[in-house]
């Protein structure tokens, strides 16, 4: 009979972001990752078979958990309100912290196929997101006309990924939210 995990998976994650976060994929040692998350090297190595398959659960689950709350928004897609709480949450979730997914593509994302993979989905999906949003509010006039709904999506997007690197340096959302106003103020009717 197969022996009952010692561990809650989600709680190993969890904690496996913020060291991640803090070292990136480089700088984790297994040390620090088995320390932090209660694991042992053994179960370790039997649950995952090798740091890289940990990180890219890690980053599935920060995917699943974290990103997809925030990104709900541009789904429910209600024209700049749905931009406007995006941006809301996203500070607050990267706030002091950066974004584990950014910080992936930028270490890994040259080499590693998978996280270039996965980085190319997460800013395609929110380009559409915000193409998405950025086509209702104009047909509500939430905001001006003649606004190029395409280049303006991917200026939001590259935003996204700007305040993920940005917050790690800010001492606070104060920075991330003036930034926020400052870029969305323009767009309004």
């Known amino acids: 009979m197969p022996r009952k995990a ?10 496996a972001i913020d060291v991640f976060l803090e070292y990136g994929y480089h700088g984790a040692i297994m040390e620090e990752l088995i320390a932090r998350t209660d694991f042992n090297r053994r179960g370790f190595y039997l649950e995952f078979g090798s740091k890289l ?8 689950y920060y995917q699943t958990r974290r990103l997809a709350p925030v990104m709900a ?10 931009v406007s709480l995006f941006f809301k949450d996203y500070v607050q979730l990267i706030n002091g912290r950066g974004c584990l997914l950014v910080s992936a593509i930028t270490e890994l994302g040259f080499d590693n196929e998978h996280i270039r993979d996965v980085g190319r989905h997460y800013l395609d999906q929110l380009q559409i997101g915000f193409i998405g949003c950025l086509e209702k509010a104009l ?10 709904i ?5 200026q939001l997007t590259s ?3 700007g305040f993920a690197v ?11 939210t003036l930034a926020t106003n400052a870029l969305l103020g323009p767009l309004e009717n």
């Open 53 to 60: 398959s940990f990180f890219y659960k890690v980053v599935e």
């Open 6 to 15: 010692l561990y809650n998976l989600d709680d190993v994650l969890s904690q």
């Open 139 to 148: 047909q509500h006039q939430q905001i001006r006309a003649g606004i190029n």
């Open 73 to 82: 928004h541009l789904d429910d897609n209600q024209g700049m309100i749905s």
């Open 159 to 161: 935003y996204v990924q």
């Open 150 to 154: 395409e280049s303006t999506a991917l």
């Open 166 to 176: 940005n917050a790690v340096l800010a001492s606070g959302t104060d920075e991330l």
